[in-house]
Nanobody
Framework: VQLQASGGGLVQAGGSLRLSCAAS????????MAWFRQAPGKEREFVGD????????TYVDSVKGRFTISRDNAKNTVYLQMNSLKPEDTAVYYC??????????????WGQGTQVTVSS
């Protein structure tokens, strides 16, 4: 199983970025794809997730209305569209996969992180 995250970078506050996570070696219909982030000196934080088979999404309160998770079935790729970015969104972002019906923090697979830096 491989989860390949990309799309991070440096952006000014108020700007946008789109992260991608391409999955391989996994039957995505059996999984929930999630995004987490970890800021320096802080614990890894759940950002949101999508039930692949249903397209249902969940978000942490701090990103609701600004971030959107979507997926492309043909490309086996999940996206994190981040708008109205704030300096406090600065973190390393990770994609993750967990089997359906597992708890939010019971991750089966992690991708490598991609750095997002928001300047004020």
């Amino acid at each position: 199983v491989q989860l390949q995250a990309s799309g991070g970078g440096l952006v000014q506050a108020g700007g946008s970025l789109r992260l991608s996570c391409a999955a391989s070696g996994i039957t995505l219909s059996r999984y929930v794809m999630a995004w987490f982030r970890q800021a320096p000196g802080k614990e890894r934080e759940f950002v949101g997730d999508i039930i692949w088979v249903a397209g249902t999404t969940t978000y942490v309160d701090s990103v609701k209305g600004r971030f959107t998770i979507s997926r492309d079935n043909a490309k086996n790729t999940v996206y994190l569209q981040m708008n109205s970015l704030k300096p406090e969104d600065t973190a390393v972002y990770y994609c993750a996969a967990r089997l359906l019906f597992k708890g939010r923090f019971n991750t089966d697979y992690w991708g490598q992180g991609t750095q997002v830096t928001v300047s004020s």
